[in-house]
């Protein structure tokens, strides 16, 4: 083995064992596993429930195919309302929530 091989190996190896020191405790506390959820979750908007506490990131995506916002007409406006007053949405996407807000019934501007 080449010096520099060797030297290659040996600091993938320190990296390895770091990270394993650094993981480990994480996940074994339950902090982790939080972190891991909150990643997962933002990167997964589907796997939220309208009724989550982040709902709001499924925003963009329910403005953009409106086919994602519930099927009940009361349900969907709640949502709506919500994406109009707590997500963080482009000018346009800000425009989206109220012109679908107006076509359904019972739902009144936010």
């Excluded at 990296?15 to 993981?23: A, C, I, W």
């Amino acid at each position: 083995m080449t010096k520099r091989r060797l030297a290659s190996v040996l600091l993938a190896a320190v990296v390895v064992l770091f990270g394993v020191l650094l993981v480990v405790p994480v996940f074994s506390s339950g902090v982790g596993f939080l972190l891991y959820v909150g990643i997962f979750r933002a990167l997964f908007p589907s796997t939220i429930n309208w009724g989550d506490k982040d709902a709001f990131m499924k925003c963009s995506g329910a403005i953009a195919d409106p086919r994602k916002w519930p099927n009940a007409p009361n349900y969907a406006c709640l949502a709506m309302h919500l994406c109009a007053n707590e997500a963080v949405l482009s000018e346009d996407q800000t425009k989206a929530p109220y012109g679908q807000i107006r076509k359904t019934p019972g739902c009144q501007d936010p």
